[in-house]
């Protein structure tokens, strides 16, 4: 299918995950995304451990070119690219790209047309200046807090907030370029980890306000309904399962022999059984400890409750509705080596947005990119002699 940005061309100059996730998901709708790197590569190419996916995960159908920004040729070539483009995703501390002359303001003044996205730690405000990462702004904005434990706080077991993050930058580009269709205008719009994971904890702000109580870590909350947990069941495995009307509080009793328990008027509505869960609550468990993870989960899929196996990430390679739906991407490595993994959580029309480029290898693209703005082979050829490429 012609995806909605075809014809859209991003330069991208960002690293780690925040921006690369914003150019992912622009490059997934059909954008032709460019990312620029030093010469060598991204260094995120290159980390281990928790950072090892980092990069095949957020940088697929993006072309690389691989360029020497200080040198006064490499820098005229990403300008001439730059004035020719839709939009410009960047990454760097605040004040890094004003020194090397890609700041907001000098692009502007380039291409007037052009949006400038600004992923940041913080957006304008006394903490501006701070450097900032996913980790830290999960703990000084409350998610970590809500997170674990009492005492015990404990950031999100992904990159939630650079990805988030990521994605809203994507979003205010989008608007941004809609304005533009009427104005003929670009402007420069951010998105920030700190502001994200405020954004992300907004609900417990709410509650708050709302009851004047202060939102307790989600370990030690007070359920807003009497069954919402996980159980245990036969085979030492567990399910989550939750239980979120009274339409389906009955369906539960009925389907597990608890009739009695519908004629207890102290359980007749779900905020009664969240007081009262000490009445009813251990016979659940012991009906659910009855069976195996297996048969817990069909019943329970039968009778259209919600439900989930406590599932690993490893696990979900082959997940059957992901590999059906066209939810995970067979994708190469840098290394050779196939990987599939997820695509972007949309569908356009029934269809899921595809692959189009594998991760690329560094500077993979530079010659090609570099035609594309009117660089002939000699010139390219130079630019290499000179290491300029």
């Known amino acids: 299918m012609k995806k909605p940005l075809s014809g859209l061309r991003v330069v991208e100059f960002s690293h780690m995950v925040m921006g690369p996730a914003a150019g992912l998901m622009l490059a997934d709708m059909g954008a032709e995304?460019?990312?620029?790197?030093?010469?060598?590569?991204?260094?995120?190419?290159?980390?281990?451990?928790?950072g090892a996916g980092y990069f095949p995960m957020y940088n697929r159908n993006k072309k690389s070119i691989?360029?020497?920004?200080?040198?006064?040729?490499?820098?005229?070539?990403?300008?001439?690219?730059?004035?020719?483009?839709?939009?410009?995703?960047?990454?760097?501390?605040?004040?890094?790209?004003?020194?090397?002359?890609?700041?907001?303001?000098?692009?502007?003044?380039?291409?007037?047309?052009?949006?400038?996205?600004?992923?940041?730690?913080f957006l304008d405000g006394p903490y501006s200046h701070r450097t900032a990462l996913d980790e830290v702004t999960q703990m000084m904005g409350g998610l970590a807090y809500m997170t674990g434990p009492p005492g015990q706080p404990l950031r999100a077991g992904s990159s939630v907030i650079d990805v988030t993050g990521g994605m809203f930058g994507a979003m205010a580009v989008l608007g941004a370029l809609y304005?533009?269709?009427t104005t003929g205008l670009g402007k420069h719009v951010s998105a920030s980890l700190f502001e994200t994971t405020v954004f992300l904890v907004g609900q417990h702000m709410a509650q708050k306000a709302v009851t004047g109580e202060a939102a307790a870590p989600m370990p030690a909350r007070v359920s807003s309904w009497a069954i919402y947990q996980?159980?245990?069941?036969?085979?030492?495995?567990?399910?989550?399962?939750?239980?979120?009307?009274?339409?389906?509080?009955?369906?539960?009793?009925?389907?597990?022999?608890?009739?009695?328990?519908?004629?207890d008027p102290e359980l007749?509505?779900?905020?009664?059984?969240?007081?009262?869960?000490?009445?009813?609550?251990?016979?659940?468990?012991?009906?659910?400890?009855?069976?195996?993870?297996?048969?817990?989960?069909?019943?329970?899929?039968?009778?259209?409750?919600?439900?989930?196996?406590?599932?690993?990430?490893?696990?979900?390679?082959?997940?059957?509705?992901?590999?059906?739906?066209?939810?995970?991407?067979?994708?190469?490595?840098?290394?050779?080596?196939?990987?599939?993994?997820?695509?972007?959580?949309i569908s356009l029309n029934g269809e899921r947005l595809g692959l189009e480029l594998d991760p690329p290898k560094a500077g993979e693209h530079t010659e090609n990119v570099l035609a594309s703005?009117?660089?002939?082979?000699?010139?390219i050829r130079k630019l290499k002699s000179a290491g300029v490429i």
């Not at 995304?33 to 281990?48: A, F, H, N, Q, W």
């Not at 090397?100 to 380039?110: E, P, Q, R, S, T």
């Not at 703005?373 to 010139?379: F, L, T, V």
Request: charged share 35%.
């Open 33 to 50: 995304v460019i990312k620029v790197e030093p010469l060598g590569g991204d260094k995120t190419r290159r980390l281990r451990g928790a």
């Open 66 to 121: 691989c360029i020497d920004l200080k040198s006064a040729d490499g820098k005229a070539a990403i300008l001439e690219l730059i004035a020719k483009a839709d939009v410009f995703i960047e990454n760097f501390r605040p004040g890094a790209l004003e020194k090397l002359g890609f700041g907001f303001d000098a692009l502007k003044n380039l291409n007037p047309s052009l949006i400038y996205c600004s992923e940041k730690g």
């Open 179 to 181: 304005e533009r269709a």
């Open 230 to 263: 996980l159980f245990d069941t036969k085979d030492d495995e567990q399910v989550f399962i939750g239980v979120v009307s009274d339409g389906q509080w009955k369906i539960l009793c009925e389907a597990f022999g608890l009739e009695h328990l519908l004629d």
């Open 268 to 345: 007749a509505e779900n905020r009664d059984r969240v007081i009262h869960k000490d009445k009813f609550l251990p016979e659940i468990i012991e009906k659910f400890r009855s069976l195996t993870k297996a048969e817990l989960m069909e019943k329970i899929e039968n009778l259209g409750l919600p439900f989930a196996p406590i599932g690993k990430p490893e696990e979900m390679f082959d997940d059957p509705h992901l590999n059906a739906g066209g939810g995970l991407l067979d994708m190469e490595m840098e290394d050779g080596d196939r990987c599939k993994l997820p695509a972007l959580p």
């Open 373 to 379: 703005i009117g660089r002939s082979a000699e010139e």
